[in-house]
T-cell receptor, first 112, second 111 residues
Framework: DAGITQSPRHKVTETGTPVTLRCHQT?????MYWYRQDPGHGLRLIHY???????DKGEVSDGYSVSRSKTEDFLLTLESATSSQTSVYFC???????????FGEGSWLTVV | GQQVMQIPQYQHVQEGEDFTTYCNSS?????IQWYKQRPGGHPVFLIQ???SGEVKKQKRLTFQFGEAKKNSSLHITATQTTDVGTYFC???????????WGAGTKLIIKP
């Protein structure tokens, strides 16, 4: 357990609505990540953060935004959810860039 | 760009048989990490390999890093039901600060 909490754990939302997923960590790690996992695609990086207010895009960032106003919280927002964003979303942390990744338990999002 | 191939995508084995997954990169790596994800769970770190030709063991699991640091394997001897899940490799290049993930190999134990 790396002290990572994701919320909500499960959510069903309608197409076109905004959705925010929250990741909270208790161990003051600098790097935080949001991944999505879909069958046949493995883990794909959406966005990551290397400090408060320091974020960058991953390989599948379109349709997503993030914010990190405090070290412990990293928010992922879907501005207008689409069915293609139905997925399992994992938050993760690492002690340093490219170092061992520790994942949260995941947030299951269904867009109908 | 960085390419990583992990094979096979699935492997069905009888309990007690061996299992192997391979991860291949198109370029030389700084290190490689292995993770396991149980069904319905989240990926969990298993091990990191750094040195050329490195071999590490964890009970029935043997991890190898190729001499050229472009490939790696995970071998499980005498699989048990607790081994079921998907095994991922994650690669790090020297100049790339993000991990690149393989697609995973799903280990399925035949009933």
């Amino acid at each position: 357990d790396a002290g990572i909490t994701q919320s909500p754990r499960h959510k069903v939302t309608e197409t076109g609505t905004p959705v925010t997923l929250r990741c909270h960590q208790t161990e003051n790690h600098r790097y935080m990540y949001w991944y999505r996992q879909d069958p046949g695609h493995g883990l794909r990086l959406i966005h990551y953060s290397y400090g408060v207010k320091d974020t960058d895009k991953g390989e599948v960032s379109d349709g997503y935004s993030v914010s990190r106003s405090k070290t412990e919280d990293f928010l992922l927002t879907l501005e207008s959810a689409t069915s293609s964003q139905t997925s399992v979303y994992f938050c993760a942390i690492s002690a340093g860039s490219g170092n061992t990744i520790y994942f949260g338990e995941g947030s299951w999002l269904t867009v109908v | 760009g960085q390419q990583v191939m992990q094979i096979p995508q699935y492997q069905h084995v009888q309990e007690g048989e061996d299992f192997t997954t391979y991860c291949n990169s198109s370029t030389t790596l700084s290190n490689i990490q292995w993770y396991k994800q149980r069904p319905g769970g989240h990926p969990v770190f298993l091990i990191q390999l750094v040195k050329s030709g490195e071999v590490k063991k964890q009970k029935r699991l043997t991890f190898q890093f190729g001499e050229a640091k472009k490939n790696s394997s995970l071998h499980i001897t005498a699989t048990q039901t607790t081994d079921v899940g998907t095994y991922f490799c994650a690669l790090k290049k020297d100049s790339n600060y993000q991990l690149i993930w393989g697609a995973g190999t799903k280990l399925i134990i035949k009933p």
